[in-house]
């Protein structure tokens, strides 16, 4: 199994709702990422797990809240959200963080929409 | 700091014709170079890396990528275009100390024309 997968596809939420994005992957990766991806633009990364650990998180407003319950999970819990949230958030996963070469897969993305 | 530039935010060409997408990247260190390619509402996928081994990178969909180092360079190619390669593609540099953060460049969106 080379993929990771991401739900749900698309979700509209308004600024005062609490959603949570997942993603899950299976080939047995120790790193996990969150990217946000605006229209037309380069994702731009939010965090980085590893070994279910986080280890970087790049001055995210807290309104973002990661989870990574095991090696194979990652959630993005969302509340208070504001409009210019809207975006595609990918996820991506890799061997790890240290390999050489350790390209990252991604998963299709959740296209969020925010009211 | 490392830093990616992609050429050119279109390029639009004829099916059958050479595809060139141009990437240069500034780095003190050799870095990991990726071209990865988005198709409408989906995710990213790999097309290539390149990771100090062989300078010229064959990828999949008959893509491939040569590093040359004196123009800090890793340029996309493909001889053929076919209407499915329109796509946007971005290039992506990691530095081989930097932990696995990539940085993306802005994307080029290839158009192919019948």
């Known amino acids: 199994d080379t993929e990771v997968t991401q739900t749900p596809k698309h979700l509209v939420m308004g600024m005062t709702n609490k959603k949570s994005l997942k993603c899950e992957q299976h080939m047995g990766h120790r790193a996990m990422y969150w990217y946000k991806q605006k229209a037309k633009k380069p994702p731009e990364l939010m965090f980085v797990y590893s070994y279910e650990k986080l280890s970087i998180n790049e001055s995210v407003p807290s309104r973002f809240s990661p989870e990574c319950p095991n090696s194979s999970l990652l959630n993005l819990h969302l509340h208070a959200l504001q409009p210019e949230d809207s975006a595609l958030y990918l996820c991506?996963?890799?061997?790890?963080?240290?390999?050489?070469?350790?390209?990252?897969?991604f998963g299709p993305g959740t296209r969020l929409t925010v009211l | 700091a490392q830093s990616v530039t992609q050429l050119g935010s279109h390029v639009s060409v004829s099916e059958g014709a050479l595809v060139l997408l141009r990437c240069n990247y500034s780095s003190s260190v050799p870095p990991y170079l990726f071209w990865y390619v988005q198709y409408p509402n989906q995710g990213l996928q790999l097309l290539l890396k390149y990771t100090s081994a062989a300078t010229l990178v064959k990828g999949i969909n008959g893509f491939e990528a040569e590093f040359k180092k004196s123009e800090t360079s890793f340029h996309l190619t493909k001889p053929s275009a076919h209407m499915r390669d329109a796509a946007e593609y971005f290039c992506?540099?990691?530095?081989?100390?930097?932990?696995?953060?990539?940085?993306f460049g802005g994307g080029t969106r290839l158009m192919v024309k019948p």
């Open positions: 992506a540099v990691r530095l081989n100390n930097a932990g696995n953060m990539l940085t």
């Open positions: 991506a996963s890799s061997r790890a963080t240290g390999s050489t070469g350790n390209e990252q897969f």
